[in-house]
């Protein structure tokens, strides 16, 4: 662990977040960015229920989706989505309040795995998520 390091991925997911649109319509809070990592959360609406009455999958997916970003990201190299797939293990209802953790597995020069776990507020796994990114030449700040 690296303060130094830790502190200037904050800055570069603070960047991130000040711009994404989407992430701040979802109503995300960023709670803990290390390097390699990221722990993100929400509150679901009543405008992200589907017609079977639970959560709209690409909800708990773009959650997800995020904190993978703001992990993969937060090196200030611009990284991009290449690969990512998604388990729903339980449901989810208004009002829950959803945590995704993102864990980098593998660091590379041009891609990076990571698996990003979402918990609801009774600390139960509701879905799990893989992605791989791609590694550009660009930076963020």
């Not at 229920?49 to 703001?70: K, Q, W």
């Amino acid at each position: 662990m690296n303060p130094e390091k830790d502190k200037f991925a904050q800055e570069v997911v603070a960047h991130l977040m000040k711009n994404d649109l989407f992430s701040q319509w979802l109503g995300i809070e960023v709670l803990d960015v290390k390097e390699g990592y990221s722990k993100i959360k929400m509150t679901i609406r009543e405008e992200m229920i589907n017609g079977f009455g639970i959560v709209h999958g690409g909800i708990a997916f773009s959650l997800a989706d995020s904190a993978f970003a703001f992990a993969c990201n937060n090196r200030n190299v611009l990284s991009v989505a290449l690969d990512t797939a998604i388990n729903f293990l339980k449901p989810v209802h208004v009002g829950d309040m959803l945590t995704a953790e993102a864990k980098e597995i593998h660091n590379g020069k041009s891609t990076g795995l990571y698996h990003i776990s979402i918990s609801n507020q009774k600390d139960h796994v509701v879905a799990i998520f893989k992605g791989t990114c791609f590694r550009t030449d660009k930076k963020h700040l």
